[in-house]
């Protein structure tokens, strides 16, 4: 495989790393800026928001950028923010710092994942994307142990230090190692909305944002959780989040197998009725530590095993617009984890207790299952072929 595309994955898995990294170390956050916990849990809400946004919003604006150009803007300002975040004083300047690196990591990401297939040889586009997504999902699941671990030792401060050097570094090799890549004309925010119009495929991607919305409700307040419910110490608490990563890691591997076996639609509808079962479950594990793993193995692997059939379904419901439909797909994520750590910070301001989160996120997730089933059941309209084919028409295609 081509060097560039590893840099990639390293750049990608470096700023990947500041989103959810803030999630294993809340309370010491919290502590530190004199706010509520449910309050610190806003910086997960926000950078979720503002990286939904931001990615097809400023794709669009900077269409006409030379790609490496852009790239190493969007890596300054990433560092920029993260050096601010070290310096923050209070919740306004860290919100102000959350925006910034949220909307600069959305950039990135996209354009990752646009460079990457233009960089190798066509027989190697797939490998090339998938290295990509690699780092974005490594990032999303090991940084919070990682976080843990080096905010026990040094302070929560320095985190986002190091994170600001990661980017350096990826700058430096941008730099060194990447040739130019010519701009090029945007997907229309305007089409964009039009091919997420159809019942069918509007309700996929609520799917896949109720379903997220569900798994965060927990796993954005996971570490009071522990502490309250299994009464661990800081160092029961990264290894529990370090068996999740790999469980997590893992669970992509495990939706794709399952849908080649049994097939997208089946694997979609096993692996979210799971997820439900699962969170229902977990409250009643928790006297336990040797039964409440196995569970919360099975509840890591999951989280991630949905993604593999949903995004084949996609390509499969709208093959004409399937780039379109990853992109939004990929906006709903982001919108399904701020939409449960939002609701996650009102259960806990509601009831005053992290215990009663697992059957909130169980409930939320029943409401994805109801999106998949009536995205599923639902035929292919003559609207959905209309505008497939504009879609293709007005690309050029």
Known sequence: MNIKVFILAFATLSVGLVELIVGGILPTLAEDLNIALSTAGQFITVFALIYALAGPILLVITKKIERKKLYLIALLVFSLGNVMTYFSPDFTWMMVARVITAASTALIVVLSLIIAPKIVAPTHRAKAV???????????????????????????????????????????????????????????????????????????HLATLFFLAGHYTLYAYFTPF????????????????????????????????????????????MVIIAFVVVLGILPFTTFSLALFIPVMIIWAALSWALA??????????????????????????????????????????????????????????????????????????????????????????
């Open 130 to 204: 998938g290295l990509v997504y690699m780092g974005i999902s490594s990032s999303l699941v090991l940084g919070v142990p990682l976080g843990i671990l080096i905010s026990n030792t040094f302070g929560w401060r320095v985190i986002f230090l190091g994170i600001a050097v990661l980017s350096l570094v990826a700058m430096v090799l941008i730099a060194l190692f990447l040739e130019d890549v010519p701009g090029e004309a945007a997907v229309p925010l305007k089409q964009q909305l039009k091919a997420v119009c159809s019942p069918k495929i509007g309700c996929a």
């Open 226 to 269: 522990l502490e309250t419910e299994l009464h661990l110490n800081s160092y029961w608490i990264s290894v529990c989040y370090f068996i999740f990563g790999i469980a997590a890691v893992g669970g992509g591997a495990l939706g794709g197998t399952l849908s080649d076996w049994i097939g997208t639609k089946k694997s979609i509808l």
């Open 308 to 397: 593999p059939p949903q995004q084949s379904y996609l390509i499969q419901a709208a093959p004409a617009t399937s780039d379109i439909q990853q992109s939004f797909n990929n906006s709903a994520l982001q919108v399904g984890i701020a939409v449960g750590s939002a609701m996650g910070g009102i259960a806990l301001e509601q009831t005053g207790t992290v215990a009663q989160m697992p059957w909130v996120g169980s409930i939320v997730t029943v409401i994805a299952l109801l999106c998949a089933v009536y995205s599923l059941s639902k035929t292919k309209n003559r609207r959905q072929k209309n505008i497939s084919t504009s879609s293709l028409q007005e690309s050029g295609v």
